[in-house]
């Protein structure tokens, strides 16, 4: 019985559906799921999760179908991006190869002075009082520390990323 939870995506689904309607918060219902599917992916449940508590309850639903930031007018998404600080043009140029396009087509500018300091490995962005560092790690790795999180990024870079 529990493969089909396994190999029948409308199974999951109904499943989660079920947990969403009996107002489970999305972590109780994440834990119990596990329970009966325990390779689960956290982001593809609560996708399922949020959508059906929103009142979509379309179990055979495409989510190929969903619009998505790609989808959004390049002139919608300038007129966006005018308004954030450096910090978050670092970040959101992160999130796919389109807003980084985007961000790095428009012209920025700042109030004050930007500080670069490169030593060995270490790669360090001053601006005001935040501080950005991106540094070489000893298993081929890297890391980039923002003062909002740090995010090991893989060395798989292609050149075609740049």
């Known amino acids: 019985m529990s493969e089909v939870f ?13 947990e969403t309607l009996h107002g489970k918060s999305v972590e109780e219902a994440y834990e119990n799921m596990k329970k009966v599917k325990p390779n689960v992916e956290y982001s593809d449940f609560e996708y399922w999760y949020f959508r059906f508590s929103n009142g979509r309850h379309e179990l055979n639903h495409d989510r190929s179908t969903d619009p998505s930031l790609a989808d959004m007018p390049t002139n919608v998404m300038e007129k966006i991006f005018e308004h954030l600080d450096l910090m978050d043009k670092l970040c959101t140029r992160k999130v796919c190869r389109k807003l980084r396009a985007v961000i790095d087509d428009q012209a920025s500018s700042f109030d004050g002075e930007i500080e670069i300091r490169i030593t060995g490995k270490i790669c360090k962005i001053l601006y005001q009082s935040d501080e950005i560092k991106y540094s070489a790690q000893e298993n081929g790795n890297y890391l980039l520390e923002t003062p909002r999180k740090k995010i090991s990024l893989k060395d798989s870079l292609q050149d075609s990323d740049f």
């Open 6 to 18: 396994q190999t029948n995506d409308v199974v999951f689904r109904a499943c989660v559906l079920y």
